[in-house]
């Protein structure tokens, strides 16, 4: 969802229900499956920018995504050694690769490393899985080593929005084994939360949850700026209310689930 400008004090806005399906938040997994396709306008193809490394022609990203990836690329200088393995699916295509799988790995590893349709966060454009440029890709599991421009691309995620999505510790949770090449975006501060509490987005919608508009917020302060962070229940029917509080610009994203994550951005 778009950043929306704040002029009052205090505003309240309604929005339709049917956003909870959408935005960098939405948790996409074994038990919450995709439930409002990406739409076309809402991606980028990888394409316009040549300088980036494509295993295929043709990839897309959510545009936001696209533009933190490309960032995230240029500031770990891994433009020339790191590949984009796989963006934007599909229902159909994560049919085909989900069926390609279980005929030539078997179902246990098809299980661990290959979402059903409708549960991949691929099909969000908000997934991208890179690896190492080298003469041959594995495009399920790509090399994606913890040494050099691989280990800084990692460290520099957090500050771009993005989060190592399948962390070996978290298995018991996402029911995904562990993807070193796996990242997902959720937008910055979320990702740097994330990361330093240790939770993978299950938790972290679980945990963002305590807090509300009415009581504490969740609080990052930056140098040049105040975030807050809060979630706001669905209600009942076809819209819900959603207050904002006062700032200079919010952002709200669905979780895929019974709510809102409502984020706000005050200059300090």
């Keep these: 969802m778009k950043s929306r400008e704040v002029v009052q004090k205090h505003i309240e806005i309604s ?25 076309v306008h809402q991606l980028e193809s990888l394409d316009s920018l040549p300088s980036i490394k494509k295993l295929n022609k043709e990839m897309l990203l959510e545009k936001q995504c696209f533009k933190q990836f490309h960032a995230l690329l240029k500031a770990c200088e891994g433009m020339d050694e790191i590949v984009a393995v796989s963006a934007y699916r599909t229902k159909e295509d994560q049919s085909q690769i989900y069926q390609d799988c279980l005929i030539e790995q078997g179902s246990d590893y098809t299980s661990k490393y ?43 995620a957090i500050q771009f929005g993005f989060i190592l999505r399948y962390k070996q510790e978290k298995e018991s949770i996402t029911r995904i084994a562990y993807e070193p090449w796996h990242f997902r975006y959720v937008g910055y501060p979320h990702s740097k939360i994330m990361e330093e509490n240790n939770l993978c ?9 305590q807090y509300r508009y009415s009581e504490e917020q969740l609080t990052v302060k930056e140098k040049d700026m105040t975030i807050q962070i809060y979630y706001v229940p669905a209600d ?18 669905g979780t895929n689930r019974e709510g809102f994550i409502v984020t706000t951005f005050s200059k300090n």
């Design 15 to 39: 929005v339709s229900n049917e956003e909870r399906f959408q935005g960098h938040l939405v948790l996409i997994n074994y038990q919450n499956p995709i439930r409002r396709q990406v739409q």
């Design 114 to 156: 290959v979402a059903l349709p409708d549960h991949s966060e691929h099909q969000t454009g908000l997934a991208i899985d890179v690896g190492k440029l080298k003469s041959n890709i594995d495009f399920i599991a790509p090399s994606f080593p913890d040494t050099g421009i691989y280990k800084s691309f990692r460290q520099h």
């Design 236 to 253: 009942k029917g076809t819209s819900s209310h959603i207050p904002i509080l006062r700032c200079d610009f919010y952002r709200i994203s």
């Design 201 to 209: 987005l299950e938790e972290y919608i679980d945990f963002v949850r």
